[in-house]
């Protein structure tokens, strides 16, 4: 059984740019997190979905930031016009369900760079 | 909100010694905590998670955890480490009844050989 993945897992990008990162779930899995990780710090929530929904986008820093799950599985962060400051690992996640009692299994990330 | 506090950003230890990390948290009612962990050129993934009942919680690879109510805490312990617990680790609440995670800064453990 495939875990979460992440494409690409490196990311070098120019500041002004826009990138897309890719998370496809561990299959059957309903629910969809990702967080950000800057250096030095811990992972912290951006959104997550409930099959296609996004339930939850409070994370989200400004409105640069965007994501999508159009057929309840691969899910896209968006972001546009890229800053030196978004420069960190984003990780994706999935559960069973949205319940806290769920394990959520991480992919190995997306290292974004931005010159 | 809720807040996660890992006191040892950085801990060295020789092999065999004994490890206790440190973990608080700020939510005063009903929690779901977790200890993940990364080892170099991995994911992240689960050591161990509290959600009730005995409050001396047993994960993988040794590792245990002792929830204290009164002290807000989520320590975790290993009796003797080995040079492949060399890792990150992340202790974690749930943040609120949505599900998502809200992570401490984590805890770089180096362990000599």
């Known amino acids: 059984g495939a875990g979460v993945s992440q494409s690409p897992r490196y990311k070098v990008t120019k500041r002004g740019q826009d990138v897309a990162l890719r998370c496809d779930p561990i299959?059957?899995?309903?629910?969809l997190y990702w967080y950000r990780q800057a250096l030095g710090q811990g992972p912290e929530f951006l959104t997550y979905f409930n099959y296609e929904a996004q339930q939850d986008k409070s994370g989200l820093p400004n409105d640069r930031f965007s994501a999508e799950r159009p057929e309840g599985s691969i899910s896209t962060l968006t972001i546009q016009r890229t800053e030196q400051r978004d420069s960190a690992m984003y990780r994706c996640?999935?559960?069973?369900?949205?319940?806290?009692?769920?394990?959520?299994?991480f992919g190995p990330g997306t290292r974004l760079t931005v010159l | 909100a809720q807040s996660v506090s890992q006191h040892n950003h950085h801990v060295i230890l020789s092999e065999a010694a004994s490890l206790e990390l440190g973990c608080n948290y700020s939510y005063g009612g009903t929690v779901n905590l977790f200890w993940y962990v990364q080892y170099p050129g991995q994911h992240l993934q689960l050591l161990l998670k509290y959600f009730s009942g005995d409050p001396l919680v047993k994960g993988i690879k040794g590792f245990e955890a002792e929830f204290i109510k009164s002290k807000f805490s989520f320590n975790l312990r290993k009796p003797s480490v080995q040079w492949s617990d060399t890792a990150e680790y992340f202790c974690a609440v749930i943040g609120g009844s949505q599900g998502n995670l809200i992570f401490g800064k984590g805890t770089k453990l180096s362990v000599k050989p």
């Open positions: 299959s059957g899995h309903v629910s």
């Open positions: 996640a999935s559960s069973l369900a949205d319940f806290s009692s769920n394990e959520q299994f």
